[in-house]
């Protein structure tokens, strides 16, 4: 008799949690954390993201979208994928060398002429192949995406190698990027991007490297007189997620959220282009810091001293990936 009564109540329990819609299960959450402001590429990708998910998925998958290290910041958000406390982020290349030593290749000082040749290599066998060279590590590349082209800001004017001698300057987590200084005899000091203004401003650091967007958005170029448009470098992005958090969605679930990745990294490469010409007008426009541009006999000598560093790396890179990557260049 108890039994049949806990069993009624049971049943009556469950129809009503139909009835009001309390057992339909909730929507799987995205929560996506980078650290640069909204208005840049991956600010602007992610939101679109964002908003092409609740188009296209809507209840079943929502993406909260996280700027500006409000949640972690780029030397903590790897971690925190794996322990399941974010699912996606986007950090930047040279920011992935603890889980694999591959992806240093895009560090190379002046590897790559322009972002066409980037774009030429990215989606070619190789750099396809790059996308998978965290899955050891739990984590899976969904993507490439752009920024741009990076530049010298300094508190000095910056022509030859030799400016920059004993000048210190901010980099990310990288020991290509820290070579890359120290062969022009500087100081690189590792540091998260968040801190990067204050350092600046306190002349804590004399310079940094970065594309027009990040050196427009977070205001750089208000607290350094000089930017040196070398063009030396890349800073591009990986869009990842772990392993786990991907292999578990279902599968029909998992291929939507990817078209819809897919369309929003296209849509932040077309930001990326256009804000890497917008951006540098308007620092320019700002006049608050002087653009300095190189002739062919000043490049020359940027590129002598800092091409020496590929051979230091092409151990751990592979010499068949850095040719590869050469080679998109034609
Ligand atoms: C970013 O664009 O995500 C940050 C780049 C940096 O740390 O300089």
Same mark, same amino acid.
């Given at each position: 008799?108890?039994?049949?009564? !806990? !069993? ?19 929507? &799987? !959450? ?21 908003? /092409? ?8 998958? #929502? &993406? ?6 409000? @949640? ?10 794996? @322990? ?8 930047? /290349? ?13 560090? %190379? ?22 996308? !998978? ?5 739990? @984590? ?11 530049? %010298?800001?300094?508190?000095?004017? @910056? ?24 062969? #022009? ?48 470098? /890349? %800073? ?19 291929? =939507? #959220? ?39 006999? =000043? ?32």
């Amino acid at each position: 008799m108890f039994r049949k009564i !806990t !069993t009624l109540v049971a049943t009556a329990a469950v129809s009503a949690m139909i009835l009001t819609g309390a057992a339909i299960a909730d929507p &799987v !959450t995205i929560k996506f954390s980078h650290v640069v402001a909204e208005n840049t590429p991956k600010g602007q990708m992610a939101n679109k993201f964002k908003d /092409l998910v609740a188009e296209r998925l809507g209840g079943k998958v #929502v &993406v909260e979208v996280f700027p500006n290290s409000q @949640l972690f910041g780029d030397n903590k958000v790897l971690e925190a994928m794996l @322990l399941g406390d974010v699912q996606m982020g986007a950090p930047s /290349l040279s920011k992935f060398s603890r889980y694999t030593k591959k992806l240093q290749i895009y560090d %190379l000082p002046f590897l790559f002429k322009d972002m066409k040749a980037v774009d030429t290599f990215q989606q070619s066998e190789k750099g396809q192949e790059l996308l !998978t060279s965290l899955e050891k590590k739990g @984590l899976v590349g969904l993507g490439y995406l752009h920024n741009g082209m990076k530049q %010298l800001s300094s508190s000095k004017e @910056l022509h030859v190698p030799a400016d920059a001698n004993g000048l210190k300057f901010r980099i990310m987590t990288s020991e290509v990027l820290a070579a890359q200084f120290q062969a #022009v005899n500087a100081t690189p000091l590792k540091k998260p991007f968040s801190e990067v203004f204050t350092l600046l401003q306190t002349k804590a650091i004399d310079g940094q490297e970065n594309t027009w967007s990040n050196i427009y958005s977070k205001k750089f170029f208000e607290v350094q007189p000089y930017i040196t448009e070398s063009n030396h470098g /890349l %800073l591009d992005y990986m869009v990842v997620t772990s392993k786990e958090f991907w292999y578990g969605l279902p599968d029909d679930v998992r291929t =939507e #959220v990817k078209k819809a990745l897919d369309d929003a990294i296209l849509f932040g490469n077309q930001v990326a282009a256009q804000k890497a010409t917008d951006d540098r007008q308007k620092i320019v426009d700002s006049k608050r810091s002087q653009i300095i541009t190189l002739d062919d006999a =000043e490049r020359a000598q940027w590129v002598e001293v800092m091409k020496p560093v590929w051979k230091k790396f092409e151990h751990e890179i592979g010499k068949d990936m850095i040719d590869a990557a050469y080679a998109s260049n034609k």
